[in-house]
């Protein structure tokens, strides 16, 4: 089989005339790559397409998430899309076996499209369903990516109050059998009246749930020195462990004072000691309460930023999915100063609640990975009425974006991260939801020391 012929195999070819075909020979060389080898790596430049005679090979791109296979051929042309649009080669390609290719050089091509409709029109075609193809793929990888970045920050902010919780219980069982024995022993020892003073007083530290009154930092300091020197005094043993205790369950010097004037001296310490044994038990039953809030608020925001259970379109309220969206990345924002600036009365809108949502964390993500290092770092969420709608802006106080890209930031497939960071989609998904879903707009403004965001959206969704 001749050259032309096997050329005429290959379905971008297939139609193209038989001088065509001699033409784009002239100059062609033919490739062996051994399995595992690389053809050209993403980044490369493109200086000539090969088409596939023989063997396998994979098309895989670098993103946040790892690579991602795009696609696997045994016949076909590979490395066309670089020479076409004269750009690097946005993808990387080795053998997944012993393959052999014909490369066709860019000047042989650049010759053929111009010389030929029908080549043209093919290979439009071609590079019009690549291109979705590879767009679909890499769309999905963000969204995964995206959904790494969120599950990294909720394991992050689950492990402390589950670690707290955890600890809590395990220290419990322990509190409440020193309780207990603590209990026990003094009402054996206590008189009816000495009895029931020293109730009632367990009864308000019950009801205060053992959290004494809100003391500054100073304070709280003081009255624990008044205690331990008071306790010192009445030879209470333990003094300065028991004294921290008796200030968190809001405890006075007065309050010890009416004690002792109420229970006979021998038996003040044991006394003390069954209210540190309550404050102890309280306080863990307190921290186990504290951790458990703070998942439920935590699965509550995952829950509202996803929109679960809820119809596709909703009435959303735009600083909720920002208020979300910073504490599922939290963990992003360890050491950068987080301002929240909404308008009092931001009215509700019409629009796609779960995607909007994915909009905030690209924007909000982005934002703290150009803060990531700096000790100043800020970023400010603002939320306001405009004429049509609501506008949200995302400004940080980063580097900036280079004003000779910044007209390319909402490019497919464009990025500043570097290889492996990220797909280039992220601005390119954000703005295709904000625009083409929901009738809105988001452009850029950035200098350095001042980049933002902005995204206006429409009170009804797609108007």
Request: charged content about 25%.
């Amino acid at each position: 089989m001749t050259l032309v012929e096997r050329l005429r195999t290959v379905p971008l070819f297939s139609d193209l005339r038989d001088e065509d075909l001699e033409r784009l020979c002239v100059g062609t060389e033919q490739v062996e790559l051994p399995a595992g080898a690389v053809l050209f790596a993403e980044g490369d430049p493109g200086d000539r397409a090969f088409v596939v005679l023989d063997g396998q090979i994979e098309i895989v791109k670098r993103t946040a998430g790892g690579e991602v296979l795009l696609a696997v051929q045994s016949d076909g042309v590979v490395g066309e899309m670089a020479l076409l649009e004269d750009a690097p080669r946005n993808a990387s390609v080795r053998a997944r076996a012993d393959t052999t290719l014909l490369a066709i050089p860019k000047a042989q091509l650049d010759e053929l499209l111009d010389s030929s409709p029908s080549a043209a029109r093919a290979f439009f075609e071609v590079m019009l369903d690549r291109w979705r193809a590879t767009q679909s793929s890499l769309q999905q990888s963000e969204r995964m990516a995206q959904l790494g970045t969120l599950t990294a920050g909720l394991a992050h902010e689950l492990n402390n109050p589950a670690a707290a919780v955890n600890r809590s219980a395990g220290q419990l069982m322990e509190a409440m059998v020193r309780y207990g024995d603590a209990r026990s022993a003094t009402a054996a020892s206590l008189d009816p009246t000495e009895l029931e003073f020293v109730e009632e007083t367990l009864n308000a530290l019950h009801e205060r749930k053992g959290v004494g009154s809100s003391l500054s930092a100073m304070d709280r300091t003081d009255r624990e020195d008044a205690i331990e020197e008071w306790l010192a005094d009445h030879d209470v043993d333990r003094s300065w462990e028991l004294a921290p205790g008796l200030a968190e369950a809001g405890i006075s010097v007065e309050q010890l004072t009416a004690l002792a004037d109420r229970v006979d001296a021998d038996r003040v310490a044991a006394v003390i000691g069954l209210l540190d044994a309550a404050q102890d038990q309280l306080s863990m039953l307190h921290q186990i309460e504290e951790g458990t809030r703070r998942m439920s608020a935590i699965v509550k925001a995952l829950k509202s930023y996803a929109y679960l259970d809820q119809a596709p379109i909703q009435n959303v309220d735009v600083t909720a999915g920002l208020d979300d969206t910073l504490l599922l990345l939290a963990h992003k924002a360890k050491g950068v100063d987080v301002q929240r600036e909404y308008a009092v009365e931001l009215p509700h809108i019409e629009a796609l609640g779960g995607e909007l949502n994915q909009v905030w964390t690209n924007l909000i993500d982005n934002a703290l990975y150009a803060l990531a290092g700096l000790e100043d770092g800020r970023l400010i969420v603002r939320a306001r009425p405009s004429e049509s709608g609501v506008l949200v802006e995302i400004e940080d106080n980063g580097p900036g974006i280079p004003g000779e890209i910044q007209a390319r930031v909402f490019d497919s497939f464009f990025t500043t991260k570097p290889p492996g960071s990220g797909t280039g989609l992220g601005l390119d998904i954000s703005r295709n939801i904000v625009i083409h879903h929901h009738g809105g707009n988001l452009t850029v403004e950035s200098e350095p020391g001042r980049t933002v965001f902005r995204v206006e959206l429409p009170l009804t969704q797609g108007k």
